[in-house]
C-alpha cells in the first residue's frame, strides 16, 4: 500500500502546480479569456509567453497583473 502511495505522489505537481516545467503560448492575452488563461497557468507553475495585437492593452494587463492594486480610473 505505501508503495502505491508513493507512486501516486511523486505523479502529482504538488506543490509546483499542474503545469510546472511546461510552456504555453496565449495569443489574444491582452484582455479577456486570454488574459485569464495566461494567469491561470502562470500560477499553476508554467512559463507563459504571451501575445496581443493591441500593444497597449496588453501592457495594461501585464502591468495589473504585477501589480494588483492598479485598476483603470
Known amino acids: 500500500m505505501s508503495d502505491r502511495v508513493s507512486q501516486l505522489a ?3 505537481n504538488y506543490p509546483k502546480g499542474m503545469l510546472a516545467g511546461q510552456t504555453a503560448i496565449i495569443t489574444g492575452s491582452g484582455q ?3 488574459a485569464e488563461a495566461a494567469r491561470l497557468f502562470a500560477n499553476e507553475g508554467a512559463k507563459v509567453v504571451v501575445s496581443d495585437i493591441d ?15 492598479i485598476s483603470p480610473s
Open 32 to 34: 479577456g479569456i486570454g
Open 10 to 12: 511523486s505523479q502529482l
Open 55 to 69: 500593444a497597449g492593452r496588453f501592457l495594461f494587463t501585464v502591468l495589473r497583473s504585477q501589480l494588483p492594486t
